[in-house]
T-cell receptor, first 113, second 115 residues
Framework: NAGVMQNPRHLVRRRGQEARLRCSPM?????VYWYRQLPEEGLKFMVY????????ESGMPKERFSAEFPKEGPSILRIQQVVRGDSAAYFC???????????FGSGTRLTVV | DQQVKQNSPSLSVQEGRISILNCDYT??????FLWYKKYPAEGPTFLIS?????DKNEDGRFTVFLNKSAKHLSLHIVPSQPGDSAVYFC??????????????FGQGTILTVHP
């Protein structure tokens, strides 16, 4: 039973480019959460999605960031026109309905140069 | 607005002794509390949790204590082992509504257990 799969593990983008981060939840999990960890800080909630629905995006920056969890395929966190301050580790977690089994992926480390 | 705080950035303990990691919170709506362990270049791994109706939960070497009136929780690891060396995060979320499952994390405490 594969865990939460995130890819790529490492992503380097130049300023102004787009970054796409993918998260495949565990089998049977219909809830996906994205978190960001800046250097020397804890994880900060970004967005909570269910299939084809954004439930809570209160942690998402107002501009350049978007997330989706389509009916088929992985959840995508998209960052347009990246800036150096977007450099961070981005973690995805998934869970079934209810909280039990909430599991994190290994993260994507985004570096903006 | 740091709603969950871990005021000790680091803790160093001798193997076999007790490690005590502390966490304070300010949001009285938090109903469920968790501790995660994180190694470099990996995602957080769930350790132990406690709901607000309890004041203690134990799982092997790990015990979490919750003092709701003080808005304080602690994680005790005994005996500590070198393999416990990692960053430990406490996290919390409210029980209901659309915030269910939306974790608020502390800044983390780096635990080092010396052989």
């Amino acid at each position: 039973n594969a865990g939460v799969m995130q890819n790529p593990r490492h992503l380097v983008r130049r300023r102004g480019q787009e970054a796409r981060l993918r998260c495949s939840p565990m089998k049977g999990h219909s809830h996906v959460y994205w978190y960001r960890q800046l250097p020397e800080e804890g994880l900060k909630f970004m967005v909570y999605l269910q299939k084809e629905n954004i439930i809570d995006e209160s942690g998402m920056p107002k501009e350049r960031f978007s997330a989706e969890f389509p009916k088929e395929g992985p959840s995508i966190l998209r960052i347009q026109q990246v800036v150096r301050g977007d450099s961070a580790a981005y973690f995805c977690a998934s869970s079934p309905p209810g909280f039990g089994g909430y599991t994190f992926g290994s993260g994507t480390r985004l570096t903006v140069v | 607005d740091q709603q969950v705080k871990q005021n000790s950035p680091s803790l160093s303990v001798q193997e076999g002794r007790i490690s005590i990691l502390n966490c304070d919170y300010t949001n009285s709506m938090f109903d469920y509390f968790l501790w995660y362990k994180k190694y470099p270049a990996e995602g957080p791994t769930f350790l132990i949790s406690i709901s607000s109706i309890k004041d203690k939960n134990e799982d092997g070497r790990f015990t979490v204590f919750l003092n709701k009136s003080a808005k304080h929780l602690s994680l005790h690891i005994v005996p500590s082992q070198p393999g416990d060396s990692a960053v430990y995060f406490c996290a919390a979320f409210p029980a209901g509504g659309t915030s269910y499952g939306k974790l608020t994390f502390g800044q983390g405490t780096i635990l080092t257990v010396h052989p």
